[in-house]
């Protein structure tokens, strides 16, 4: 019943609506029948009876000329005198605007003196005198039940053919739904993110269909790069962890045996202990940057990109890099400490290539270039610099987790940007990023600028 409770509500809805519409038709009907009949009888009502007039006339309301006249008729003086001929009529009030010459002919329901139901026209007949005649309403009364009757028939079997018509109509409009249904089952059961719906056609099924697999494609890919990225974060981490267990062990076997290292191997043991631990917590950082969710950032916010750089400039000097700089003024909308950190992330990166750390930074009308003096990428390298962990093997031996041109690609994808690594003319590497912006503030709820921190 769960399962199919929405096709029957369907199929309930559907009957409802034509069952609805059935009944407003049939009454209608009903209505209509009933006016073309009624207005019938009154047209052979007022048809001319010139042998009963005369006779009417002749026999002037006699009994013995009652029992002759097969028709009901009754003449109303102004004064509310009658004379009839058959069963008499019994006069209404209204029927006295019929003696009055020269008015519409009044029609009306009414009764005879022995209680049967008659259809009733006064027309006038003389100056000061009405003639009131009538037809029975018992043969058209039996006329409307049966079609009243046949029409409520009618409706019935038109709803229960409605009910049948849309069982197999919510049949077949929910088939689609009823697979994208079970998709949704299968994947909740068995976590199988690969399972597809066929699509077919372009109407409302068919895009929700299309959008549950690019759903699905979606997750698929997310979990693809989780597992991707914890295997390949656990393969990094096996290096420094395994230095570091390594130099911890020499210098416990040397406190437990008493036998002293030298002082100078000693000392470098330690720089070198502490070296890794300065390595594993940039690759944690790293690691923690690249592992957040598309979503999961801080709100961006309008920046100058200007400042951003500036202040990404003064801490790569703080670290020894001699970073020239040709800024123009920007603003985007974007995430201060994250654009900064790919800011830096380029620039340390330029300056380990660089002849004595000389790296030059330029920004101008969105465009913002990192270009370093160094011997440049090989052509075929080009294409893996922002993959995570891809590090070229001439930079094997220099540090660096390999994240950092990976953490820059995603900082300028969130803020809608490109990035591209090329070589420079003229010897060393180019970075260039684009990013969307004016060239002039929109808001002006913060002028000031603040330096973000990574």
């Not at 009903?30 to 009949?37: E, L, P, R, T």
């Not at 009733?120 to 039996?142: Q, S």
């Not at 698929?220 to 989780?226: H, L, V």
């Not at 953490?407 to 690594?421: H, Y």
Request: proline content about 5%; overall charge neutral.
């Amino acid at each position: 019943m769960i399962r199919n409770s929405l096709r029957t509500r369907l199929t309930l809805l559907v009957a409802a609506a034509v069952a609805i519409a059935i009944a407003v038709c049939a009454g209608l009907s009903w209505f209509i029948v009933q006016n073309q009949v009624i207005r019938q009888l009154d047209q052979t009502i007022l048809e001319p009876e010139g042998e009963g007039d005369k006779r009417f006339l002749q026999k002037n309301c006699t009994p013995e000329g009652a029992s002759d006249y097969h028709d009901m008729a009754t003449l109303l003086f102004a004064d509310g005198r009658t004379c009839s001929l058959g069963s008499p009529i019994v006069p209404a009030e209204e029927d006295k605007r019929a003696t009055s010459g020269g008015g519409e002919p009044v029609y009306r329901y009414g009764v005879t003196r022995d209680g049967s139901e008659v259809r009733v026209v006064a027309v006038n007949f003389a100056p000061g005198v009405a003639v009131l005649e009538a037809r029975p309403l018992y043969h058209i009364k039996i006329t409307l039940r049966n079609t009243a009757l046949a029409l409520a028939a009618i409706a019935a079997v038109g709803v229960i053919g409605a009910a049948l018509a849309g069982r197999a109509i919510s049949r077949t409009a929910l088939r689609p739904v009823g697979r994208l249904t079970k998709a949704a089952e299968h994947i909740a059961e068995t976590e199988d993110l690969n399972t597809r719906i066929p699509v077919q056609g372009n109407d409302e099924i068919a895009r929700l269909s299309s959008s549950f697999n690019a759903m699905t494609a979606a997750l698929a890919g997310s979990r693809e790069r989780q597992q991707q990225l914890v295997a390949d974060a656990g393969h990094e981490l096996r290096t420094p962890l395994t230095t570091l267990r390594t130099n911890i062990d020499l210098l416990l076997r040397s406190e437990q045996t008493g036998r002293q290292l030298d002082p100078g191997a000693k000392e470098r043991l330690l720089v070198n202990v502490k070296a890794q631990f300065a390595e594993l917590s940039t690759l944690v950082g790293d690691l923690l940057q690249l592992a957040r969710g598309d979503t999961d950032h801080e709100p961006h916010v309008e920046l100058a990109l200007h400042d951003v750089v500036t202040a990404a400039a003064e801490r790569a000097r703080l670290r020894g890099a001699d970073v020239r700089t040709d800024l123009h003024p920007w603003y985007v909308v974007g995430s201060p400490a994250s654009l900064e950190r790919a800011v830096l992330n380029l620039i340390d990166n330029a300056r380990k290539f660089s002849p004595e750390g000389q790296v030059e930074v330029s920004l101008k009308d969105g465009r913002l270039t990192v270009r370093d003096h160094g011997p440049g990428i090989p052509e075929e390298e080009l294409p893996h610099v922002f993959e995570r962990f891809w590090r070229s093997p001439s930079a094997r031996g220099l540090p660096g987790s390999g994240l950092g041109l990976a953490i820059v690609a995603q900082a300028v994808s969130e803020t809608g940007g490109k990035v591209r690594l090329s070589n420079a003319p003229g010897g060393g590497a180019i970075a260039t990023i684009d990013l969307p912006g004016t060239l002039t503030r929109h808001s002006q709820s913060d002028k000031s600028s603040q330096k973000p921190e990574s």
